[in-house]
C-alpha cells in the first residue's frame, strides 16, 4: 500500500510539475504577446510622434514663410502710403486746371442740341408710327428726320472733337498727371 501512496505521490508530483510546465510556457506565451502588443504599440506612438514632428516642423516653416511675406507686404503698403501721401500733397500744390469756360459752354450746348434733335427724331418716328398720314407727309417728315440725322452727326463730330481739345488741355497739365499717378496707386 505504501508503495501505491508513494507512486501515486509520484504521480501526483509528475502531474503537477507537467502542469506547472504547462502554465510557465502559457505565461511565456503570454508574456510574448505582451511584449509583441507594446513594440507594436511603441511602434505607432513611434510613428505619431515621427509624423507630429515632421508637422509641427513643416508648418513652422510654412508659418515663418508666411510671417515673412507678410512683413515684406507690410513695408511695401507703407511704402506705397508714403508714395501716395507724397503725390496728394504735390497735387495739392498744384493749382486745379481752369479750363477755358467757352469751350465748356460749347460743349454743353452741342450736347443740348444733340439730346434736342435726338427727341425731335423720335417725335417724328412716333407721328409716322401712331397717325395715319398721307403719302406726301410721311415723305415730308421722313426728310426732316434725315436733315436732322445730318444735323446730328456733325454735331456729334464737332462735340467728340472738342471734348478730345478739352482732354489734351487737361492731360498736358501738371495737375492731370499727378493725379493719374495717384488714381494708379490707389487702384493697386
Known amino acids: 500500500m505504501s508503495g501505491k501512496k508513494n507512486n501515486n505521490f509520484g504521480h501526483f508530483i509528475t502531474d503537477a510539475q507537467k502542469e506547472i510546465k504547462e502554465l510557465v510556457h502559457k505565461r511565456n506565451q503570454l508574456n510574448n504577446k505582451i511584449k509583441r502588443y507594446i513594440k507594436s504599440f511603441q511602434m505607432a506612438e513611434y510613428e505619431i510622434y515621427k509624423s507630429l514632428f515632421n508637422t509641427k516642423?513643416?508648418?513652422?516653416?510654412?508659418?515663418?514663410?508666411?510671417?515673412?511675406?507678410?512683413?515684406?507686404?507690410?513695408?511695401?503698403?507703407?511704402?506705397?502710403?508714403?508714395?501716395?501721401?507724397?503725390?496728394?500733397?504735390?497735387?495739392?500744390?498744384?493749382?486745379?486746371p481752369d479750363l477755358n469756360r467757352n469751350l465748356l459752354n460749347l460743349i454743353k450746348c452741342l450736347d443740348n442740341s444733340i439730346k434736342e434733335i435726338n427727341y425731335r427724331i423720335n417725335s417724328f418716328n412716333k407721328k409716322i408710327k401712331n397717325h395715319i398720314l398721307r403719302?406726301?407727309?410721311?415723305?415730308?417728315?421722313?426728310?426732316?428726320?434725315?436733315?436732322?440725322e445730318k444735323k446730328k452727326q456733325k454735331r456729334v463730330k464737332l462735340l467728340s472733337e472738342l471734348k478730345k481739345v478739352k482732354i489734351t488741355e487737361l492731360q498736358s497739365t501738371d495737375y492731370y498727371k499727378v493725379d493719374s499717378r495717384i488714381k494708379l496707386f490707389e487702384t493697386r
Open 57 to 96: 516642423e513643416y508648418y513652422n516653416k510654412k508659418r515663418h514663410y508666411s510671417i515673412k511675406k507678410i512683413r515684406k507686404l507690410r513695408r511695401k503698403v507703407i511704402e506705397y502710403e508714403d508714395i501716395l501721401d507724397f503725390l496728394i500733397t504735390e497735387r495739392n500744390k498744384l493749382k486745379k
Open 135 to 148: 403719302i406726301e407727309e410721311e415723305i415730308s417728315i421722313v426728310e426732316k428726320i434725315s436733315k436732322l
